[in-house]
């Protein structure tokens, strides 16, 4: 039976509603897939895919941008989103020694499906995200493959609408305040006069001391009992995506990547000295198509006023917290290499505090 998510206990982040799924798959064309490794032999790592849209994205490009808060990370192809405001790959998301492998699966699922690239229509940008699980997992062990990469974004196109969360794909070994983390996710809709919109945060955790936890302004993490196992002693990375149907430029997209720094701190972090703390966005309402003819320039956003803008800041920042949080609220206790174990939150114990000072 899967684990409760935050609103399941009767909680909310911020006023703004959700989506249907409250998940970055609300976006309509967004898809989440994983491919988890938990074995006997030190294996406690996987892939997730996340999906633009379901088209080709090599010739249909969505507008991007990214903002690094800490860069103590690995990441490939944020060079050219930044320098081109585009995105043309899935993003993937893995541990940090399987950014190589994961890298040449999502190529070779892209040539496979496009003979041009590499070829008459020139390189192709691979956007790979990681966080180190090696706590966990057997990093050195190199398990993640090329194959593992395509069979994540082949499960995002065929059955990626509902998002899995905790312990699973690339969170599979991730660590959150000392607590089991992984992936997370939330949505909002932003109403115009035109249409309704949303906003998504998908996030992989794995960062943070458990002492810092803080949820809905309470500072849990001081009151909560330690398990017998104490946590390692690591600062610890997190990968935020964000995405939204919004037809905005890269210039606004880097400006929601800045406000997800707001969201992850109203959780208690503080970005330690060697956190990669990375943030990507994009808006699949916004298209490039891959052709000589058509210039990022030639875009109009629809988000130009002010108002509207700071909805979109006020959903990033209320996305990130709440993705945080589900991402320790539906992992589950993990046994990794060397039976290291990390225990999931106690969820009982904090929606008791949350009681206690009456937050609803």
């Not at 938990?38 to 892939?47: A, I, L, M, P, W």
């Not at 990469?149 to 959150?176: D, H, L, P, R, Y």
């Not at 891959?290 to 130009?304: Q, Y």
């Not at 969820?347 to 000072?357: M, N, W, Y």
Request: hydrophobic share 35%.
């Amino acid at each position: 039976m899967p684990k409760k998510r935050l609103r399941d206990y009767g909680f909310t982040v911020g006023q703004l509603p959700p989506g249907r799924k409250n998940s970055i798959t609300d976006i309509p064309g967004v898809r989440v897939g994983h491919v988890t490794l938990h074995k006997e032999n030190g294996q406690c790592t996987g892939v997730t895919a996340i999906l633009p849209h379901t088209g080709n994205l090599f010739r249909e490009k969505v507008v991007a941008a990214t903002h690094v808060i800490n860069g103590f990370g690995k990441t490939t192809g944020l060079i050219q989103v930044n320098e081109l405001g585009t995105i043309e790959s899935p993003i993937m998301l893995t541990n940090t020694f399987s950014v190589p492998a994961v890298t040449e699966g999502t190529l070779r699922y892209l040539m496979a499906g496009d003979e041009g690239i590499g070829d008459g229509a020139g390189s192709v940008n691979i956007v790979v995200g990681e966080c180190n699980d090696s706590y966990l997992n057997d990093m050195r062990g190199l398990h993640v493959s090329p194959e593992h990469a395509i069979e994540a974004i082949q499960q995002a196109g065929q059955n990626g609408e509902n998002v899995i969360e905790g312990n699973v794909g690339a969170g599979t070994g991730m660590i959150c305040f000392g607590w089991k983390g992984g992936i997370g996710t939330s949505s909002r809709q932003i109403s115009t006069d035109h249409q309704m919109y949303h906003i998504g945060t998908l996030v992989l955790t794995n960062f943070g001391k458990r002492e810092d936890l803080t949820i809905l302004g309470v500072p849990v993490g001081q009151h909560l009992p330690s398990p017998d196992v104490p946590a390692p002693a690591r600062d610890g990375s997190i990968m935020i995506i964000i995405g939204t149907d919004l037809p905005m430029t890269a210039g606004q997209l880097q400006r929601l990547c800045k406000r997800a720094a707001l969201g992850l701190a109203k959780t208690g972090a503080i970005a330690h000295h060697g956190s990669g703390d990375i943030i990507i966005a994009f808006s699949n309402g916004n298209r490039v198509p891959h052709s000589p003819d058509k210039d990022i320039r030639d875009l109009r956003s629809i988000a130009e006023d002010g108002p509207l803008v700071s909805e979109c800041f006020r959903a990033v920042i209320d996305t990130t917290e709440e993705a945080i949080l589900n991402s320790l609220f539906t992992a589950e206790t993990t046994c990794g290499r060397f039976n290291r174990i990390i225990y999931a939150l106690p969820a009982d114990q904090v929606i008791q505090l949350l009681q206690e000072c009456k937050i609803w």
